[in-house]
């Protein structure tokens, strides 16, 4: 499949970018900073600001999906507007987990231990994720990683989950961004989920 991938070289998305060229799929790996995007067979990599939706929509042309990796800086209207111009119908987000529930069903950025200086960056995701839900036409899943996403192993064991933050037995909810590139990749193969949210954790 040849798919493009927003943020290649950052934490999340170099993984992403390194699982889906492992298992054979043609990569346009777009960062603004090109040079530190991933090396291996089957990667291109270009330079690219996703703020500029006419000329992320010609880097994205001919793709079968989009997987953005990005921070939250750049608003969904803008993404949508170049997959539509791209004629990219699918996009995959990595998204945050502060919209996730706790075991009360409160969110928890609402929660009294989320730390306030995490909420301006926590509730850009949530209200990019709110605004996905309005989408009708691209084809989106919001992925939402554990509480702590860590640089790690990639183990290949973890769970999935949908609303809820997935927490081990000793009560942490943590991933690596190793293990999440291959729940990504999964999910971009098998395509288990439409416009909606799904989860990850140990």
């Given at each position: 499949?040849?798919?493009?991938?927003?943020?290649?070289?950052?934490?999340?998305?170099?993984?992403?970018?390194?699982?889906?060229?492992?298992?054979?799929?043609?990569?346009?790996?777009?960062?603004?900073?090109?040079?530190?995007?991933?090396?291996?067979d089957g990667i291109?990599?270009?330079?690219?600001?996703?703020?500029?939706?006419?000329?992320?929509?010609?880097?994205?042309?001919?793709?079968?999906?989009?997987?953005?990796?990005?921070?939250?800086?750049?608003?969904?209207?803008?993404?949508?507007?170049?997959?539509?111009?791209?004629?990219?119908?699918?996009?995959?987000?990595?998204?945050?987990?502060?919209?996730?529930?706790?075991?009360?069903?409160?969110?928890?950025?609402?929660?009294?231990?989320?730390?306030?200086?995490?909420?301006?960056?926590?509730?850009?995701?949530?209200?990019?994720?709110?605004?996905?839900?309005?989408?009708?036409?691209?084809d989106w899943v919001?992925?939402?990683?554990?509480?702590?996403?860590?640089?790690?192993?990639?183990?290949?064991?973890?769970?999935?989950?949908?609303?809820?933050?997935?927490?081990?037995?000793?009560?942490?909810?943590?991933?690596?961004?190793?293990?999440?590139?291959?729940?990504?990749?999964?999910?971009?193969?098998?395509?288990?989920?439409?416009?909606?949210?799904?989860?990850?954790?140990?």
């Amino acid at each position: 499949m040849k798919v493009a991938v927003l943020g290649a070289s950052g934490r999340a998305g170099s993984e992403i970018v390194k699982e889906l060229a492992a298992r054979g799929h043609e990569v346009i790996a777009i960062a603004r900073n090109a040079d530190a995007i991933p090396v291996a067979d089957g990667i291109t990599a270009r330079r690219g600001d996703a703020s500029d939706p006419a000329a992320l929509a010609g880097l994205l042309t001919g793709c079968e999906a989009v997987i953005s990796a990005l921070k939250f800086d750049v608003p969904p209207a803008t993404l949508l507007f170049a997959l539509r111009q791209a004629g990219v119908g699918r996009l995959l987000v990595t998204g945050g987990a502060a919209s996730l529930k706790d075991e009360e069903g409160r969110r928890l950025i609402d929660t009294d231990a989320f730390p306030e200086a995490w909420k301006p960056v926590a509730q850009a995701g949530i209200d990019f994720y709110y605004a996905l839900r309005e989408e009708q036409d691209i084809d989106w899943v919001f992925f939402s990683p554990a509480f702590n996403f860590v640089v790690g192993p990639r183990t290949g064991t973890f769970r999935l989950g949908g609303e809820h933050l997935i927490k081990d037995a000793a009560g942490e909810s943590r991933i690596s961004f190793a293990d999440y590139a291959i729940a990504m990749a999964d999910e971009l193969e098998t395509h288990a989920h439409s416009r909606e949210r799904f989860t990850i954790g140990y």
